[in-house]
């Protein structure tokens, strides 16, 4: 798709074009994917399911076709790790801003973390250090 492969798994469906383009072909050159525009709506329908097969291979392929759909759909992430390994999610509730950052690994990682120019300081829950934008895990300036 997008004009590289991309695995799926479970369920296989081919469609006719009505409407839209076309946006991805199986193996036997069967439609696999149409990309629609209405208004200022998009969508991008997929006939079979590329995270179940990501589930069972995690192909470098099909991770980078997950990553192109934010940047398809105009949206820039938010939190980005240098790592994939390392994952990082940003919660925004009543409490305030909080940053998540877990390294599921059993190994030790250095990782830097992408945030919007916004955020300028943090509080380490974990530790309760101060850390600030550019400084290294225990710098404090208390």
């Known amino acids: 798709m997008q004009g590289r ?11 006719q074009l009505a409407g839209g383009q076309a946006a991805g072909q199986y193996a036997n050159g069967h ?15 997929i006939g ?10 995690h192909a470098p392929e099909t991770r980078e076709f997950f990553g192109s759909l934010l940047a398809w759909a105009g949206i820039k992430p938010q939190v ?8 990082a999610r940003l919660h925004r509730g ?12 059993r190994t030790t990682r250095t990782v830097k ?6 955020f300028q ?11 600030q934008r550019g400084w290294r895990h225990g710098d404090d300036d208390r």
């Open 31 to 45: 439609l696999a994917a149409v990309e629609h525009t209405f208004g200022r709506g998009r969508t991008l329908l």
């Open 5 to 15: 492969p991309v695995g799926g798994q479970y369920f296989l469906q081919e469609y």
């Open 113 to 118: 973390i992408s945030l919007p120019s916004a």
């Open 94 to 105: 009543a409490g305030g801003t909080y940053l998540w950052v877990v390294n599921p690994t």
């Open 48 to 57: 079979t399911f590329p995270g179940g097969a990501y589930d069972r291979n």
């Open 121 to 131: 300081r943090a509080t380490e829950l974990w530790q309760e250090s101060i850390t």
């Open 80 to 87: 980005q790790s240098s790592d994939a390994k390392v994952k």
